[in-house]
């Protein structure tokens, strides 16, 4: 089994680079009944590994913004630190439901971010809005990004 789930996190890591912690961390608790502290661990080595082997297909394909890398290595290394550190600081009876709301609470929050982006980049093309969302509003753009008037970039009705 854990080879199985090794292969698809893997596999959807190469494709998108999304789901080492997400997916891996859930999976090991809640799938093989792995503590949450060692679950996180685990992820960790996991994600590093299989990251470290998908770098140089990205690296060859220019696919890299070097600037960014470095700018988020600036502030990455030293939160993964911190995180690390109050991870050791939790009591173990506290972690399991901590790790897993953190985990819910982020890929909820990437799947609301990519779901705006995709629908507002749609609606800016004049793309019409899927049957599914009929009566909805869509945002075509939030009113700190647009220097159009507010009646032209208020959110419309799909």
Not at 17 to 26: F, Q
């Amino acid at each position: 089994m854990e080879y199985l789930l090794g292969f698809l996190i893997a596999a959807a890591v190469g494709l998108t680079g999304v789901g080492g912690g997400t997916l891996t961390v859930p999976l090991l608790v809640l799938g093989l009944g792995i503590p949450a502290a060692e679950a996180v661990g685990t992820a960790l080595i996991f994600v590093a590994l299989t990251k470290l082997t998908a770098t140089p297909v990205y690296l060859a394909r220019g696919q890299v913004d070097a600037r960014a890398a470095l700018l988020l290595l600036a502030g990455g290394l030293p939160g993964v630190s911190l995180g690390s550190l109050l991870l050791n600081r939790m009591r173990v009876s506290a972690l399991e439901p901590a790790v897993l709301t953190l985990v819910g609470a982020t890929v909820l929050m990437m799947a609301l971010a990519t779901l705006w982006r995709h629908f507002r980049h749609r609606s800016a093309a004049g793309v019409a809005c899927p049957s599914w969302l009929r009566g909805w509003r869509c945002p075509s753009a939030p009113r700190w990004a647009s220097r159009r008037p507010a009646r032209a970039r208020s959110a419309r009705w799909c």
